[in-house]
């Protein structure tokens, strides 16, 4: 019998990846949207596979819901990757992002334990929780001392897998995924922000590119290859956390240099720093140490922010001069 997934958030760049991943596998792949009827599921239809997938609505900050959708599922994993996802909107939506975030995974964990059925779940943890680690990589074990809206919802998170983990025995993990990109990574995110704009411009665009502050460093890797970590993580005996990313870090300007310097241009021409762009408090260096996925899943990211880079620009078929 094929295992039965079920993916929320599965409109998004992580869901179309790993709904593609868990097919390959031979799952039967069911996803979620808020409201299933009026998705477009634009980036499952750029990967051919919308017709291979079963659709339901489902608000993840309504237990009658959550509820209502497990019990017709059935499934044997859980992917939550569904929540406000921008750390710069979680500014300006502070309460939907804890309720989308915390409130949902709460409501998904008492909904496991209330069909008290094997469920495994995945919860979509993030290193935004770090905050500033003065230069030092992240592990498992380094304390959370989360900087917006969106890292104090994503740590509240965390810790709701992990109490329902100790107190009711369930199967319940995080990963803490650091930055990972990919062709599919919406325009209000800044990587794909400075991609666009640097394609437009070595089309011809007479546009600037304005930018917040370029000194901040991300550990940046491929979205496709992050959701193979996501599906070991829930393969393991023992439910645990694990931190996901490539281990080589770079600041953004590296990025934005990196960038135009693909598409045959100098980013000192293009680019202008704007002060309305910074965000009220900021992670300067987020820097990872991923060894443990390495040793107990034996997962590593072969592709780092060079490799991205090139990947989303060839998909962007610009013509390099
Ligand atoms: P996306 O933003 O692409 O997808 C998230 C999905 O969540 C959306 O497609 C949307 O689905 C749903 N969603 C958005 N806003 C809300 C809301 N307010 N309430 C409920 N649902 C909402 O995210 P990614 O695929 O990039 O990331 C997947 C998960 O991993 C997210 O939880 C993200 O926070 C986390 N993460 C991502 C990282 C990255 O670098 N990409 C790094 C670390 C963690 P719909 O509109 O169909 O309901």
Redesign the pocket.
């Known amino acids: 019998m094929a295992k039965r997934a079920l993916i929320?958030?599965?409109?998004?760049?992580?869901?179309?990846y790993l709904a593609k991943f868990l097919l390959d596998k031979g799952y039967e792949v069911h996803g979620?949207?808020?409201?299933?009827q009026i998705?477009s599921?634009y980036?499952l239809q750029l990967l051919g596979l919308k017709d291979r997938i079963v659709f339901h609505s489902m608000?993840?900050?309504d237990f009658r819901s959550v509820l209502q959708v497990l019990n017709k599922v059935q499934p044997d994993e859980i992917y939550?990757?569904?929540?406000?996802?921008?750390v710069a909107l979680s500014f300006e939506?502070p309460v939907?992002?804890l309720?989308?975030?915390s409130v949902?995974s709460l409501n998904l964990l008492e909904a496991i334990r209330f069909t008290d059925s094997p469920i495994k779940l995945y919860n979509?943890?993030?290193?935004?929780c770090f905050g500033n680690t003065d230069g030092q990589a992240a592990n498992e074990e380094t304390p959370f001392r989360p900087r917006s809206p969106?890292a104090v919802a994503?740590a509240t998170a965390f810790w709701e897998v992990a109490n329902y983990r100790e107190s009711y025995n369930l199967f319940a993990c995080t990963g803490?995924?650091?930055?990972?990109?990919s062709p599919?990574?919406?325009e209000r995110?800044v990587t794909m922000k400075i991609i666009k704009a640097a394609c437009r411009i070595a089309r011809g665009s007479t546009e600037k590119l304005y930018l917040g502050n370029i000194s901040i460093s991300r550990d940046w890797g491929n979205?496709e290859e992050y959701v193979e970590a996501m599906w070991l993580i829930l393969q393991r005996r023992h439910p645990e956390d694990f931190v996901i990313a490539t281990g080589e870090t770079n600041t953004l300007e590296e990025f934005v240099s990196e960038v135009f310097r693909e598409v045959g241009l100098n980013w000192r021409d293009h680019v202008i720093s704007d002060p309305s762009l910074l965000r009220p408090s900021e992670i300067m260096v987020s820097r990872a140490n991923p060894a443990k996925a390495f040793k107990n899943l034996q997962w590593r990211a072969s592709l780092k922010m060079r490799d991205v880079i090139k990947i989303i620009i060839g998909t962007e078929r610009v013509e390099i001069p």
């Open positions: 929320s958030g599965i409109s998004g760049q992580d869901g179309a979620t949207a808020r409201d299933a998705s599921f980036n608000a993840l900050n939550n990757l569904a929540g406000q996802s921008s939506q939907e992002t309720e989308s975030i949902g979509a943890g993030s290193s935004e969106y994503k803490i995924l650091f930055n990972h990109e599919l990574r919406p995110f979205a």
